[in-house]
């Protein structure tokens, strides 16, 4: 069981020339589930890709760090090998390769000396407990990556990528949109578990209280207009659902 802390601090971000993150501060220790509610537009999914480092997206100011290593100086795939995973709210296609090449590339340490094909050997039987554990097909793993799959079925993709690369943050943009109640629950369940199979740390941004109901936050948060504008326990969520954005506008 691994501990530690994904730590953003007043992190300015623009896109397009428009400020979007006006100052997120906050900090998810390993084994806690924090969720950030937000209406529409209000920059959600552009914390999500400036954690990862998606180009496009420039850092104003603010710093953002795993165990005290500056992730924002370091290039996407080392974010990864640090330990941070994004599951996207619109996970692309990738034609020509597989989930089971993706992810065994992911797993394979750096070499350089040519050995990088080789497949590590244990990657193709967790991928099919992990595709088991939250009832996805497991004759979508040979597929290309996401191509013509469902929106659902992209969600639970994203989630078994989850559950073999075993990351220390998983940053969730939306992993409930497009599932159906069962899908909901079990990957809900299966990222729950995580928190104390190998004491992930996740921020999972939802919009429904559905996801929480299973995915038990220890800490929510709202965010509006790119500020954190409320931080709670998991009775936040409840009161959202109900009443909406409007109180926090
Ligand atoms: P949320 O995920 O909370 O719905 P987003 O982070 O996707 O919100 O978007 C926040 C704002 O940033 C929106 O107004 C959106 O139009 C804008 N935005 C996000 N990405 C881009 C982009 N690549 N180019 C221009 N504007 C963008
Ligand atoms: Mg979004």
Redesign the pocket.
Known sequence: MTTGELCIEGLRAE??G?E?LRGVSLTVRSGEVHAVM????????????VLMGRP??RVLDGTVTLDGIDLLALPTWQRARAGLFLGM?HPIEVPGVSLLASLSAARTPPSGDGDDEVVPPDVAGQLAVEADRIGLDRRLLERPLNVDLSGGERKRNETVQLGVLRPRFAVL?EIDSGLDVDALAAVGRRVREATTEWGLGVLA?THFARLLEVLVPDVVHV?TD?KVVATGGRELAGLVDQAGYAAYR
């Open positions: 896109v397009a428009r979007i937000g209406p529409n537009g209000s920059g959600k999914s552009t914390l999500a890709h496009g997206y709210q943009d941004v965010m790119g």
